[in-house]
């Protein structure tokens, strides 16, 4: 089993920056997560390339 990585992110709603883990497992993935500051759902779309770095694009979820 792998080991969570850490990644800074923006909240698309309160501009706070918040420090979510991710899973290097899945190459791929979307999901929703809500803002730990303003409870806002975010809509994260993470992707690892080769190198297993993590490339997070957090949306606010209606847009």
């Known amino acids: 089993m792998?080991?969570?990585?850490?990644?800074l992110?923006?909240?698309p709603y309160c501009?706070?920056?918040l420090d979510i883990s991710v899973d290097p497992s899945v190459a791929e993935?979307?999901?929703?997560e809500d803002?730990?500051?303003c409870c806002q759902p975010i809509l994260l779309r993470v992707?690892?390339?080769d190198n297993l770095?993590?490339?997070?694009?957090?949306?606010?979820e209606n847009e």
């Open 2 to 7: 792998s080991a969570l990585d850490s990644v």
């Open 9 to 11: 992110i923006q909240c």
């Open 15 to 17: 501009w706070e920056a």
């Open 29 to 32: 993935q979307e999901y929703v």
């Open 35 to 37: 803002c730990q500051v």
């Open 47 to 49: 992707v690892f390339d």
């Open 53 to 60: 770095t993590p490339h997070v694009e957090a949306r606010a």
